[in-house]
């Protein structure tokens, strides 16, 4: 649902600035990005946003989700180009297995 993935990037936010504060250095925000009680103050925003773009009409929630589609596709055919650049063909023989055979495959 919308709220789980609000609620991970969310925790992704607040570790992320975890790890990059030393000790002691951001401590003030992380008190503000994660007071406790399972609130949550990132996954609001992701939320507000959401609902304000929403909000704004379906002409630009089309061209947002067109947007993000379009780097969906981007970056699914640039993993794609780069994997079969960096492949060894030596790797490929054999295809199956004589060990474990063709069931090797399907388990």
Same mark, same amino acid.
């Given at each position: 649902s919308a709220s789980a993935v609000a609620r991970s990037w969310g925790d992704k936010v607040v570790s992320y600035v975890s790890s990059i504060s030393g000790d002691g250095e951001a401590s003030y925000l992380i008190a503000i990005l994660d007071p406790g009680y399972g609130i949550n *103050?990132?996954?609001f925003a992701v939320s507000l946003g959401a609902v304000? $773009? $929403?909000l704004g009409g379906v002409k630009e929630s089309k061209w947002v989700a067109n947007i993000f589609s379009t780097f969906n596709v981007c970056l699914v055919a640039f993993m794609a180009l780069m994997s079969l650049s960096l492949? !060894? *063909?030596?790797? $490929? !023989? *054999? @295809? @199956?297995a004589e060990k474990f055979g063709p069931g090797g495959i399907l388990r």
């Open positions: *103050p990132c996954a304000m $773009l $929403l492949a !060894k *063909p030596e790797n $490929l !023989k *054999p @295809v @199956v």
